[in-house]
T-cell receptor
Framework: DTEVTQTPKHLVMGMTNKKSLKCEQH?????MYWYKQKAKKPPELMFV???????INESVPSRFSPECPNSSLLNLHLHALQPEDSALYLC???????????????FGEGSRLTVL | KQEVTQIPAALSVPEGENLVLNCSFT??????LQWFRQDPGKGLTSLLL?????REQTSGRLNASLDKSSGRSTLYIAASQPGDSATYLC???????FGTGTRLQVFP
């Protein structure tokens, strides 16, 4: 099983809402990632969790709050977002985390977020 | 800071052609390089992973090479098919910095 599952596939929210994106993998990977992708642009790294600890935060605004409850799950909590935060949010996992040879990264299908 | 560039940005070819996509990176201190394809509005599918100690990897009609010292990788697609139409992305480093992508269209 080389699957990374993301829910929901689509999310529409107002600027005052609080919502969460979820990601799950059962490959025994110890690193999980959040990327943001705008239309016709490559993915940009947001956060990396390695062994359930936040190891990289790429200066992401505090309205995005990641959480790693266990080695299989990764959440991204959203609060007070702006319309420019509308994008495809991609989750990925790998055997090892940052600062070492990560091995192959496996991506989910993404969550399409629209902020009104 | 690692910068990754892909050439060409877009490519449109008839079915059956052999293709070469290029990826260049500025910092050669990498553990590995990975090639992905992305269909419109979808996630990324891993195609090939090349470790820094390797020169190339092959999977079916795909062959990827890596010249770490010169900061280059190429993805060779043999006998292209319409189903190969997608955006191809290379990514390097433990933070997986992505290249700008090559948008490929293969027409029948």
């Amino acid at each position: 099983d080389t699957e990374v599952t993301q829910t929901p596939k689509h999310l529409v929210m107002g600027m005052t809402n609080k919502k969460s994106l979820k990601c799950e993998q059962h490959m025994g990977h110890r690193a999980m990632y959040w990327y943001k992708q705008k239309a016709k642009k490559p993915p940009e790294l947001m956060f990396v969790y390695s062994y359930e600890k936040l190891s990289i935060n790429e200066s992401v605004p505090s309205r995005f709050s990641p959480e790693c409850p266990n080695s299989s799950l990764l959440n991204l909590h959203l609060h007070a977002l702006q319309p420019e935060d509308s994008a495809l949010y991609l989750c990925a996992s790998s055997q090892a985390g940052s600062g070492r040879n990560t091995g192959e990264l496996f991506f989910g299908e993404g969550s399409r977020l629209t902020v009104l | 800071k690692q910068e990754v560039t892909q050439i060409p940005a877009a490519l449109s070819v008839p079915e059956g052609e052999n293709l070469v996509l290029n990826c260049s990176f500025t910092d050669s201190a990498i553990y590995n390089l990975q090639w992905f394809r992305q269909d419109p509005g979808k996630g990324l599918t891993s195609l090939l992973l090349i470790q820094s100690s390797q020169r190339e990897q092959t999977s079916g009609r795909l062959n990827a090479s890596l010249d770490k010292s010169s900061g280059r990788s190429t993805l060779y697609i043999a006998a292209s098919q319409p189903g190969d139409s997608a955006t191809y992305l290379c990514a390097v480093g433990d933070k997986l910095i992505f290249g700008t992508g090559t948008r490929l269209q293969v027409f029948p």
